[in-house]
């Protein structure tokens, strides 16, 4: 009976349930994108940090885990660490932001690099044949819509693109060490120091005398780089989410309360006449509560469906720039957020509509 009811009254007004469901819908895309856009921002990193192939990072004193930009090492600490027992290649990268943007440059060696990753995998072209030659990523490349030979512009300078390569391997655009360095007025200065050692159980010595040589650097294992790109372990991420899962539940309060009291004003008569009839309040509030409950789920579902539509977007779009990927395991929680916010919104046009005198209800125009 209460099922029928709740129906029956979401299809009298099909044109203000659909919009409190997209209204609704609204904010669960927002949650699920930007969770979608963090994770997946982290999740790029932490791939293309992987397919570098090595074992060992050794990062300058005051730098997080994702604040790597600039240049402040020397070359010499790749030819120290070298010498370490047990380190089979070390090489160094440069990394510079994109003006403006999340992307970022990568300058290598590339023997050294080659001798480490195993080397790119080009999908067109190849490595680079003069001073301003760049390589680029699948990613980058459909976002930009570039092929091999054809020319980019960073930094105030027209580059030709010489290769393509699958992405995946440290940034999504790389240029010759020496030539970053030159660009960035940083001749001789590398960003980070990435080892290799011999064998795995090696890695844990080598870590130890690393520390005892460079005790105020970050050192990390790849394994423990990776396992801090995640959105609990970032700061200031998980503050993020939080503000915008409380933007989602203000909205989604805002939007039910709206709609169920406006409801409950064009079903005044309808109320007297089920209170008449010996309804409770306990019924109607539940009729009220109900209603609302499924304009959260209705809601919930649509912002699913939008949130991929969304990625397909930023994929078409900007898959370099703004990596999004789908969250499941946020999937129940945004519906829990979204039907508690729903139930709040729609507790006081219920208890409006409990309160109703029946006589009062019934004599309403």
């Known amino acids: 009976m209460t099922y029928k009811i709740v129906r029956e009254n979401m299809l009298f007004k099909p044109m203000r349930s659909l919009l409190s469901i997209l209204l609704i819908g609204v904010p669960v895309t927002l949650i699920l994108c930007l969770v979608g856009v963090s994770q997946g921002l982290l999740e ?21 885990v994702l604040s790597l930009s600039g240049a402040p090492l020397s070359w010499k600490y790749v030819d120290t660490l070298a010498k370490v027992p ?37 999908v067109e072209g190849g490595l680079f044949q003069n001073p301003n030659d760049i390589i680029i990523d699948t990613y980058y490349a459909r976002q930009k819509n570039v092929h091999v030979g054809q020319s980019i512009e960073l930094w105030n300078k027209k580059w030709n693109v010489s290769g393509i390569f699958e992405a995946g391997m440290l940034a999504h655009l790389i240029l010759p060490l020496n ?11 590398i960003s980070q120091v990435l080892l290799k050692v011999d064998k795995p159980e090696n890695v844990q010595p080598v870590m130890a005398q690393l520390h005892q040589m460079l005790p105020d650097y970050p050192i ?17 991420v998980r503050e993020f989410i939080n503000v915008i899962i409380g933007i989602g539940m203000v909205i989604g309060f805002g939007v ?13 008569r309808e109320i007297g006449i089920l209170k ?14 109900a209603e609302a409950a499924l304009l959260a789920i209705g809601g919930t579902i649509l912002g699913i469906v939008f949130s991929f539509g969304a990625k397909w977007i930023i994929l078409q779009l900007v898959p370099a720039s703004i990596p999004q990927v789908i969250v499941p395991e946020w999937w129940p929680r945004t519906a829990i957020i979204t039907l508690v916010g729903a139930l709040l919104g729609a507790l006081y046009p219920g208890l409006s509509a409990a309160r109703k005198d029946p006589i009062e209800a019934l004599a309403y125009e």
Request: glycine share 10%; net charge positive.
């Open 256 to 268: 039910v309360c709206l709609s169920m009291y406006m409801a409950v004003l064009q079903r005044t």
């Open 44 to 64: 790029d990193s932490a791939r293309r940090t992987r397919g570098i192939g090595a074992d060992i990072v050794v990062r300058p004193p005051n730098t997080s």
């Open 179 to 189: 030539v970053e360095q030159e660009m960035m007025s940083s001749t001789g200065k």
């Open 220 to 236: 990390y294992t790849m394994r423990e780089l990776i396992s801090q790109l995640a959105p609990e372990n970032v700061g200031g």
């Open 86 to 122: 047990h380190v089979t290649v070390a090489t160094g990268t440069i990394m510079q932001p994109i003006s403006n943007s999340l992307t970022l440059v990568g300058g290598i060696d590339v023997p050294s690099f080659y001798k480490m990753s195993g080397g790119f995998r080009f």
């Open 276 to 289: 008449s009839l010996g309804a409770t309040r306990w019924f109607i509030l539940k009729l009220i509560l």
